[in-house]
Every structure is written in structure tokens, then in C-alpha cells.
């Protein structure tokens, strides 16, 4: 599987539509949502999950950037997120890099930073590396 099929299949994702996650791609791979009011719990501001989402969707997106082309995935086994700062409305942008990618394991890291270029949150993620599905691949 080509790394470009593999984004097609992630930007039409129900759960990157219903959230409005945006896949961006350059040297790395960036997670963009514009916050709204639908992403907002109780208090008035994004729920912790959102921010989790796009740290998790960027870490995995940079570390499964490197194991596609050798018909791996891999998959969060575990997510720690520290969260800084609340996240309010506007652009916010996720950015990560694999820290080891192994033969069963990968881990990554992730900071979340608002339009003032302010870090939000920042994240550390295990993966599990295993075989492409063949659903995958059609």
C-alpha cells in the first residue's frame, strides 16, 4: 500500500468527517481541526478527547508514514496526554515524530499548538505493529 492510499483512506474516515480533523503533509504529518462549538463539553471548552484524538491521529499518522510501504500498521496500544492549556475555539494543529519504531512496538510524541503558536498539550503513544489487513488494501 502506497503512503498516499493510505491517507485517502484516513482523510474519508467517519470519524475524521464527523470531528472535521483535517490531514496536512509535509516533511511530517499534521492533524488541523478548527475547534467549534461542537467540540466544546460543560465548561465552555473543547473536551480533553479531542485534543487526545488529534495527538493520537498525528503520532500514529508520522509513525505509520515510515511502516506502510512494508504492509504494516500499527495501532494506539496505549496514549498519555498532558493537557497545558484549555483548548478554545479556532485552529489548533497537531505535530509529531516517531521517537523508536521497532519490530512490534512504536512509540511517538506529539504537542498540540494553538494559532498563537502556544502548546496545548503534548502526548507520548505506544504502538502495535502488525500486518496490513487485506480489508485495508482494497
Known amino acids: 500500500m502506497t503512503l498516499e492510499r ?23 504529518i499534521s492533524i488541523v481541526l478548527e475547534v ?7 465548561l465552555g471548552i473543547a473536551h480533553g478527547g479531542v485534543a487526545a484524538t488529534i495527538l493520537d491521529s498525528a503520532i500514529g499518522l508520522n509513525i505509520n508514514k515510515e511502516l ?4 504494516k500498521i500499527a495501532v494506539t496500544s496505549q496514549l498519555n496526554v498532558h493537557y497545558l492549556k ?11 515524530r516517531p521517537l523508536y519504531i521497532g519490530s512490534k512496538v512504536a512509540v511517538g510524541f506529539g504537542e498540540l499548538k494553538d494559532e498563537k503558536g502556544e502548546t496545548l498539550a503534548v502526548a507520548t ?14
Do not use: C, M
Not at 125 to 138: C, G, K, N, P, V
Open 6 to 28: 493510505f491517507l485517502e483512506k484516513v482523510r474519508n474516515a467517519p470519524w475524521y468527517r464527523l470531528l472535521g480533523l483535517n490531514v496536512e503533509v509535509e516533511n511530517a
Open 36 to 42: 467549534q462549538e461542537k467540540h466544546f463539553q460543560a
Open 68 to 71: 506502510v510501504s512494508r504492509s
Open 86 to 96: 484549555p483548548v478554545q475555539r479556532g485552529k489548533v494543529k497537531a505535530t509529531a
Open 125 to 138: 503513544a505506544t504502538f502495535y505493529i502488525r500486518e496490513i489487513d487485506s480489508e485495508l488494501i482494497e
